[in-house]
């Protein structure tokens, strides 16, 4: 069955960085577009990046300049490097496979805190 198991979260102070890593297993990764989503306490879930199978990406305004989506086709793995964290960042991150009606990961924590 499909897993996305997202890892690489934690506490930082604002400005540092972090990489998320999710693992994808279940499914032929390197055929569909995945992304990244965020969800605050109190907020709803929302897009912060995408990257389609040949490797286009697309990222929300907030993130822009700070945040870089890639993949490894070869490792079944998608990635977010996030740099130059800020407090309002401070949200669960979940993997989001755009395979049939979606699949997603469990989420990792991110808190960005002095």
């Known amino acids: 069955q499909v897993q996305l198991v997202e890892s690489g979260g934690g506490l930082v102070q604002p400005g540092e960085s972090l990489k998320l890593s999710c693992a994808a297993s279940?499914?032929?990764?390197?055929?569909?577009?995945m992304g990244w989503y965020r969800q605050a306490p109190g907020k709803q879930r929302e897009l912060v990046a995408g990257?389609?199978?040949?490797?286009?990406?697309n990222y929300e305004d907030f993130v822009k300049g700070r945040f870089t989506i890639s993949r490894d086709n070869a490792k079944n793995t998608l990635y977010l490097q996030m740099n130059s964290l800020k407090p309002e960042d401070t949200a669960v991150y979940y993997c989001?496979?755009?395979?049939?009606?979606?699949?997603w990961g469990q989420g990792t924590q991110v808190t960005v805190s002095s």
């Open positions: 989001f496979a755009q395979r049939g009606n979606g699949y």
């Open positions: 279940g499914f032929t990764f390197s055929i569909y577009g």
């Open positions: 990257i389609n199978s040949r490797g286009s990406t």
